[in-house]
């Protein structure tokens, strides 16, 4: 039997494309200035480099998998005595409250089913982030969607992928984790099919005035 691809971020799969890396670069620019980042569901660490060149950050990068975080540890060349790679779950991530400046958390959610699934990890981020959270998300807004729904209005055979939300079904999910939706980044074109989403959470002393 054939093995199956690697998603990105799994096994050997460590690159990432130009429409990825500029919504990244975006999201990250947009937070300002921070200084220590998680990075959940981390995979083989192919976004380690981007995230290190914010001046000065740390990065914790967190993973389910041994074998992932050993290909990230391995792959971390400079070997950035400031890193930390720690084995854990994103539904209950192993920290402190507000001990990060901005937790990043790509290609993982649409990989949840379950919209409760996502919010649990999204409330943890929210918890473990001091202010910003930037996740990715599968979204309905692109091109290919249209055009399988313009295919099921005419009755022909549509195929509409999984975990594929709208803006407004995204909005509510980080609104129900506590995290307020402050801009998207698409990943590529019309054809986009991702959004690259920066959120906050808000601070207790916004919190007061609300
Ligand atoms: C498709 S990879 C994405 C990796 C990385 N974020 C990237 O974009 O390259 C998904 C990763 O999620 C990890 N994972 C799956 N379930 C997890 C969980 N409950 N908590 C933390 N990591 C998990 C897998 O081990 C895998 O490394």
Partial sequence: MAASRPRPGEGTHRSTTRDERVAVRDALEAAGKVRAILDVASGNGRWTDALAKKRGASVVQLDLSAESLAAARSADKRERSHNGYVRGDAGALPFRPQIFDLVVCLEFLPYIRRSGGRIRALKEMRRVSRRWVVVEYRHRHG???AWQRLRYRLG????????????????EELRRAGLGLRQVFPVGGRN???WVILAEAPSPDWMKGH
């Fill in 156 to 171: 022909l055979e549509a195929r509409f992928p999984r975990n594929h939300l709208s803006y407004d079904q995204i909005d």
């Fill in 143 to 145: 091109l290919r969607f």
């Fill in 192 to 194: 986009s099919r991702s």
